[in-house]
């Protein structure tokens, strides 16, 4: 297209200027215009550097195609403004790397529907004192920055769009623009850039999106401000924040993100409100550093394509999340590193794979009044150092509520457990934590499952249908006080201490250890309940339990000098019930006898494979079994120590690559020397795996024990068809456990000898007729999947035992046989079926 003429009407009104004329070229036409001149410009293409010194008008003619007026010079800036001009309808090209195609650098010009097709340094830039007004104009520029506003420059774009930029879509850098309703994608780098000091931007109703890098870059204490916007479709993270940037995020949609929805560190803060963060590919919010905080409310985060929490916090960051919702994700929120924070308030956390909520490494998280449903485990805290504190929630239909580790040592008061598959509250390897007016309400495993001796403190706590048992302690440790539960429900929903874990200590006034009984109650005083004196109003002195486990049968840990074989094969058969199972560990110590003995004759022992399967219905002894082949291997010299260290799925199975692996092999080292116990080992390896990690705990189980075959025994405990499929699993798992050992339900008459001996170890005794009737009462009792045998006899015992401790206490002065018979009138009423 050639150049055209250029006519310029004055807009004078005095006489001396009302004339108008044609000019060559606009150059020209410039040179003679003057304040509130229109230059009008004839369809073509000129090569012209142009600069406007006084406010004109600069417009194609009326009327005609987009594009008809281009201004292309061969080198240099097409267009400079240094006046508040208005220049309208034109087409600018530049071919100058090292200069902007339009460059505005003084006054308020009205630039509209202006494209910019150039490979430059920039496609508009804007610097100084400069305040644009742009609207409706389109960027091309492959070479360069779309949109630059530096040194001081500000102005308003409106309705804009970069359609490609070589690097950012809009960069600012010293300036102050304003974006409403601009559309940047196909840019390179990021679709919006702020950077150093003093820089702003405000971005309203805008779109950013199919970025070769970050969506939002806010790096060098810059600032932003953005409402209503969306960021989506980029390669690398959505928003990001470094270095004391500060962002306000407003009705945003950040979604489609392959990387991190938002990364921010380095002493950064983020404001969010009513914003959407969905289907992310790392984390939805990721925060790092001493410094760096996050304020969030009313917002949701959820729907992750990847295998990563939807909101990390490390490295001393803080977060704050008030009234969100994070669904659909892999985790919802981890937390870690000393001094690390995030409180949580009235907010929901769902359909989360693994942990809703995991703090770890000293870090601490604070919930209150939050809602966890349809997780794999609730609330997790894993590590020395680590806590905070759960107030007013409710976790429902989890696999455990919430789990406590390793010396982590969280508050948790009046939160609801509800429907969990395992336990509702568990605590395991060292962990500690403070429960107060907790509740558990029909979960499938456990109400609170406390193990290794770990001390943690129950207060009016209360569990209701648990199918295991309300309260189950494995060591001396926890402190329990006022706690109750229910005494029937869907099989027998048990609970520890009759009911009742409270009291003070003989002739005390503080709380003492309460403890529940181990996998069995059958055995002689192998664990007492807590001493109930006290336990209601009028109730007589000896009514309750004694405060410590009878001389008569010692724990390993607790015996001072290591006692021999026969003495622990003593204890073993004083169990009651389980023939089959005490001629199997005889059998095999006997092997392992005579083995010894040829080794120091000097002949040939066989191999005795010393793994073992246990299989059979909870509260059948397995656990108690384990314990005491563990201290009769190591009487016979063939463990260093022969310690118990009981594990189950929770605390070998880590939710992310690589960490299973350690943690299986932090529990193998805990039980070198003696016996590692995995309860329901059968949940390593679910039918529906899919990407579970739990076949990476059995295959490095496997190898562990190939390694170290003579440091540790392993024992692998189920239900008996679930254990029969476990062993499938990997090839090297049958070869490893040759031996299964099937515990049997206890009959009528085996349960009420294990009521006998609780009597006879607490000093009660059966009136007449009361064996006849507890016969009866356990042939008659509904036995289902939840049936707890020898815990289910040890749960009557003790709902006999508060029943007659009611109605003692009605009796002025009550003698011997009244304080010590129980009858037939207080046994409890058979639970419902079903």
């Known amino acids: 297209m050639a150049q055209g003429t250029v006519q310029v009407t004055h807009g004078g009104t005095s006489r001396w200027r009302r004339r108008s004329g044609e000019y060559p070229t606009l150059t020209a036409a410039l040179a003679a215009a003057g304040d509130g001149d229109v230059l009008s410009i004839a369809p073509g293409t000129y090569r012209e550097n142009l600069i406007l010194r006084h406010a004109v008008t600069l417009r194609g003619p009326e009327g005609s195609v987009a594009g008809s ?3 292309a010079p061969l080198d240099g800036v097409a267009l400079t403004v240094r006046a508040s001009a208005v220049v309208q309808d034109l087409y600018l090209e530049g071919a100058d790397r090292a200069a902007p195609a339009l460059l505005v650098e003084e006054g308020s010009p009205e630039l509209t529907d202006l494209r910019v097709h150039t490979r430059s340094s920039s496609g508009i830039e804007v610097r100084g004192g400069a305040r644009p007004l742009v609207r409706r104009c389109t960027v091309e520029n492959p070479a360069g920055v779309g949109i630059s506003v530096l040194d001081g420059g500000g102005g308003v774009f409106e309705e804009c769009e970069v359609v490609v930029a070589g690097q950012a879509g809009v960069s600012v850098r010293g300036g102050h623009p304003r974006l409403e309703r601009c559309r940047i994608h196909h840019a390179v780098g990021a679709g919006i850039a702020v950077t150093g000091e003093g820089s702003g931007l405000e971005a309203l109703g805008c779109e950013v999106y199919e970025v070769k890098g970050a969506g939002v870059q806010v790096a060098a204490r810059a600032a932003a401000r953005l409402t209503d916007c969306a960021v989506h479709r980029t390669s690398a993270d959505g928003v990001t924040l470094d270095t004391d940037a500060v962002l306000t995020l407003t ?6 993100i392959p990387e991190n929805a938002v990364d921010l560190r ?34 949701e985060i959820h729907d992750s394509t990847g295998d990563y929490p939807a909101v990390w916090v490390s490295d001393g960051a803080t977060a704050s999340l008030e009234s969100c919702r994070l669904h659909d994700v892999p985790d919802a929120l981890f937390v870690l590193d000393r001094g690390s924070r995030v409180d949580v308030v009235d907010s929901d956390l769902s359909q989360v794979r693994n942990t809703a909520v995991s703090v770890s490494d000293g870090a601490s998280a604070r919930l209150d009044d939050c809602r966890i449903r349809e997780a794999g485990t609730g609330a997790w805290f894993r590590d020395h150092g680590s806590g905070g504190s759960l107030a007013n929630c409710t976790v429902d239909a989890v696999q455990t509520g919430v789990i406590v580790t390793k ?5 948790v008061e009046r939160c609801t457990v509800t429907s969990a598959a395992e336990a509702g509250f568990y605590v395991s390897a060292g962990g500690r934590g403070t429960f107060t007016a907790c509740r558990v309400t029909g979960s499938s495993g456990f109400g609170f499952h406390v193990i290794d001796g770990c001390r943690t403190t129950l207060t009016r706590c209360h569990t209701e249908r648990c199918a295991r048992g309300g309260y189950e302690f494995a060591e001396d440790g926890p402190l329990a006080e006022g706690c109750t539960g229910d005494e029937g429900g869907t099989g027998p929903a048990a609970r520890a201490a009759g009911g009742v874990l409270a009291g003070a200590r003989p002739g005390g006034t503080g709380p003492r250890t309460a403890t529940a009984a181990q996998d069995v109650a059958g055995r002689p005083a192998d664990r007492v309940p807590a001493s109930r004196a006290g336990d209601g109003p009028g109730a007589p002195a000896g009514a309750g339990f004694p405060s410590a486990p009878s001389a008569a049968a010692p724990e390993p840990a607790a015996a001072g000098a290591a006692r021999g ?14 023939d089959s199972v005490k001629r199997e560990v005889r059998a095999l110590t006997d092997m392992i006898e005579v083995g010894r003995r040829r080794q120091q004759a000097g002949l040939k022992a066989a191999s005795v494979r010393r793994h073992l399967v246990f299989t059979g219905s909870p509260g059948t002894g397995k656990t108690t079994v384990a314990r005491l082949y563990g201290e009769i291997l190591a009487s016979l010299g063939v463990l260093e120590r022969g310690h118990l260290v009981e ?3 929770v605390d070998l199975v880590g939710e992310h690559i690589g960490s299973t692996a350690i943690r299986t092999q932090e529990a193998f080292d805990r039980a070198r020397g003696g016996v590692l116990f995995i309860d329901e080992a059968y949940a390593l390896a679910p039918e529906d795996s899919g990407r579970d990690f739990g076949r990476e705990a059995i295959d490095t ?3 562990l024990m190939e390694d170290h075959r003579d440091a540790v025994v392993v024992i692998v405990a189920g239900y008996t068809e679930e254990m029969e499929r476990f062993l499938t699993v990997n090839p090297g798992v049958a070869s490893r456990f040759s031996r299964t050992i099937t515990f049997g339900d206890y009959g009528p008459q085996e349960l009420l000898r294990i009521v006998e001996q609780q009597a006879e170890e607490h000093e009660y005794r059966l009136g007449e007729g009361t064996g006849e009737a507890l016969a009866k009462y356990f042939t008659e009792l509904p036995k289902g999947p939840a049936f707890g045998n020898g815990r289910t006899a040890r749960q009557t015992f003790e709902a ?5 401790a009611g109605r003692v206490a009605q009796l002025a002065d009550p003698g011997t046989d009244e304080l010590t018979l129980l009858f037939p009138e207080d046994l409890p009423a058979l639970p419902a079926e079903g």
Do not use: Y
């Open 565 to 578: 074989s026969g003495e622990v094969l003593g204890q073993l058969d004083a169990l009651v019930g389980l």
């Open 251 to 256: 009705g945003c949609d950040i979604h489609d």
């Open 647 to 649: 594990v189950s799925r």
């Open 701 to 703: 189980l496997v190898k």
């Open 69 to 71: 007026v281009r201004i």
């Open 407 to 411: 010396g982590a040592d969280p508050v």
């Open 800 to 804: 006999m035992v508060e029943r007659h």
């Open 266 to 299: 380095s002493r950064s803060v983020l404001t969010l409100s009513r914003t959407t963060v969905r289907r992310f590919g790392r984390n939805g919010l990721s925060v790092w550093d001493p410094g760096t905080r996050v304020d969030a409310e009313s917002c």
